[in-house]
């Protein structure tokens, strides 16, 4: 049972492009996370998706940034106009259930490591 | 989320066994502990969960103290790749909505 996929691993964009970045959850998984990891810094969530619905996307920055995870077809983080600051780790991480048991697990990809010029 | 107290750093010697505190002296009934680990450069790994009582699994044992108030991640043989940042984390059953909150973990350092 191949693992949460990432790509790419690593993605360079120059200030001002956009960056799409891919999650493709485990087989079975229905509900997506993307997290954010700026350097030395801590994981922090970003977005929670089931499919074609977002959930909670309180940790999301209120411009540029954008998640969707469609019928089809892997989950996409979609950051417009990239700047400096946006340059982090962004890990997605998927689950069978929605965390209400208090007892699921999250399966995390190796994520995308963003370099923004 | 309720909140976790975990010691900035540790170290151990490899095959030596290494004992991860957490203190959550705010925990609920509900709530279920939760321990992922992050080796470098890589995605979180999730290690282990329990509620009330010690649960073991091939990667690590979880003791938790009778009051919940705080328990122990144990790596019963310690080896080089264990060499990670160790979160422990708080999940309420039936709260919001799934996310994972993240402190700065405990930073485990072992030597060869």
């Known amino acids: 049972n191949a693992g949460v996929m990432q790509n790419p691993r690593h993605l360079v964009r120059r200030r001002g492009q956009e960056a799409r970045l891919r999650c493709s959850p485990m087989?079975?998984?229905?509900?997506v996370y993307w997290y954010r990891q700026l350097p030395e810094e801590g994981l922090k969530f970003m977005v929670y998706?089931?499919?074609?619905?977002?959930?909670?996307e309180s940790g999301m920055p209120k411009e540029r940034f954008s998640a969707e995870f469609p019928k089809e077809g892997p989950s996409i983080l979609r950051i417009q106009q990239v700047v400096r600051g946006d340059s982090a780790a962004y890990f997605c991480?998927?689950?069978?259930?929605?965390?209400?048991?208090?007892?699921?697990?999250?399966?995390f990809g190796p994520g995308t490591r963003l370099t923004v010029l | 989320d309720a909140k976790t107290t975990q010691p900035n750093s540790m170290e151990s010697n490899e095959e030596e066994p290494v004992h991860l505190p957490c203190n959550h002296s705010?925990?609920?009934?509900?709530?279920?502990i939760h321990w992922y680990r992050q080796l470098p450069s890589q995605g979180p790994e999730y290690v282990i969960h329990?509620?009330?009582s010690n649960v073991n699994n091939r990667m690590a044992s979880l003791a938790i103290a009778e009051d919940r108030k705080s328990s122990t991640l144990i790596l019963h043989r310690a080896t080089l790749r264990d060499a990670a940042v160790y979160y422990c984390?708080?999940?309420?059953?039936?709260?919001?909505?799934?996310?994972?909150?993240f402190g700065r973990g405990t930073q485990l350092t072992v030597w060869p």
């Open positions: 991480a998927s689950s069978t259930n929605s965390g209400r048991s208090g007892a699921d697990t999250q399966y």
């Open positions: 087989k079975g998984h229905s509900h």
């Open positions: 998706l089931q499919k074609e619905n977002i959930i909670d």
């Open positions: 705010t925990i609920s009934g509900t709530d279920y």
């Open positions: 329990g509620l009330t």
């Open positions: 984390i708080l999940r309420d059953r039936g709260s919001t909505l799934g996310r994972l909150y």
